[in-house]
């Protein structure tokens, strides 16, 4: 898209680890108009709010980074919020999009998409083509409906509209609560605690054996502005394909990646699996040739990125009152 640096961006979300990422990415790149929005003076849920706001300013670009996320036992947890939720944030923002003639329209969801056992790496044509993980199936079946919609707003109306499929993300800002947010970050705090009190043992959930994916979110924010500047819908759907996968296309197991955390944090002690927490899918690699002979590819090894991230830890959260 062209002069994209002057145009008006509403960035949905822009307080979470997904949006806030975006938003610094935006500012450095000098990205003079981008709009942004308060939860609860503007709920997303809300179709009249929506409607209104996007009438009211008018965007020529909407960035969809809000969204009701969180880890396995959130996801399997809270089904009801999570489906409706994100039916009603992502329905409003590409409904109001296309009646005020927004000009570009990113919409962000995740890996979990892609059936459970689908071959690896999950190629971006994989969609649709098997059941789903039953603990996010919620969440993944509002986010297939948000790519469909995306999709089919092009094809009906022609409106620029394209939806990417990041990995597992982690980095600033992340959600450190260990009932509701994603394995990095509650590895993060779980080792930190025990190396501050000696606890002589760390439990993770699940049987350490599933292999994951990991992208640092200030990578994530640099693949969506060069999705904004290089990649239109036409581009997209006349691949025959619906999303575009972002990712490292490297992944580990968690029983791998918890003592990668252990080492980073210098905590000593051992390992222990608490099975009656689930293990979720199995693997989701995704295929990222795609976005990668596009011109884009991940910068930070993840080692770097979790350490970046503890540092963060440290300086923002380890006061577990502010957790
Ligand atoms: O990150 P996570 O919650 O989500 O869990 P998913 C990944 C794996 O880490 C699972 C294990 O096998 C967990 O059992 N794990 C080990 C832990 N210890 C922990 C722990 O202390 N906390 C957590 N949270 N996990 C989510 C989906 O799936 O991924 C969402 O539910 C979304 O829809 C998101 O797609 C990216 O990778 O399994």
Redesign the pocket.
């Known amino acids: 898209m062209k002069n994209i640096k002057n145009k008006r961006i509403y960035l949905a979300g822009h307080n979470g680890m997904v949006g806030s990422a975006i938003f610094r990415q935006l500012k450095k790149n000098g990205f003079v108009n981008v709009i942004t929005a308060e939860f609860p003076s503007l709920d997303l849920r809300n179709q009249k709010s929506v409607e209104d706001f996007l009438a009211e300013k008018k965007p020529e670009v909407v960035i969809i980074a809000a969204a009701k ?5 959130a ?1 399997n947890t809270y089904r009801a919020e999570f489906i409706y939720d994100n039916l009603m944030i992502q329905n409003n923002l590409i409904h109001s999009s296309y009646l005020n003639k927004v000009e570009k329209l990113i919409f962000l969801g ?3 998409i892609y059936p459970k056992l689908a071959p690896q790496p999950l190629k971006e044509e994989y969609l649709l083509s098997g059941y789903l993980e039953y ?2 199936e919620p ?2 079946i509002a986010k297939i409906a948000g790519i469909k919609m995306c999709e089919n707003y092009y094809k009906q109306y022609g409106c620029n509209f394209i939806s990417a499929m990041p990995t ?2 982690y980095g600033y800002n992340d959600n450190f609560d ?1 009932q509701t ?4 970050p ?2 993060i705090r ?1 080792f930190h605690e025990a190396k501050t009190i000696n606890k002589p043992f760390v439990e ?3 049987t ?1 054996k ?1 292999l ?1 994916e990991f992208l640092f979110v200030d990578d994530l924010a640099e693949a969506i502005l060069f999705l904004l500047e290089n990649v239109e819908a036409e581009n997209l759907y006349s691949l025959g394909i619906s999303q575009l996968n972002i990712g490292t296309g490297k992944d580990i197991s ?1 029983f791998d990646l ?1 003592k990668l955390v252990s080492e980073i944090v210098g905590y000593k002690g051992e390992i222990v699996f608490d099975t009656t ?5 199995p693997r ?1 690699l995704m295929d990222v040739s795609r976005i990668n002979s596009l011109g884009w590819k991940y910068k930070t090894e993840l080692k770097e990125g979790i350490q970046k991230t503890y540092e963060w830890f440290l300086e923002n959260k380890a006061d577990s009152k502010l957790i």
Do not use: E, F, Q
């Not at 927490?277 to 899918?281: C, E, L, V």
């Open positions: 996320v969180g880890g396995i036992l996801n995740s890996s979990c603990t996010n969440y993944a597992n993300l260990l947010s994603h394995v990095l509650a590895l779980k993770i959930w699940g350490g599933p994951r968690i918890a927490k689930p293990d979720g899918t989701k």
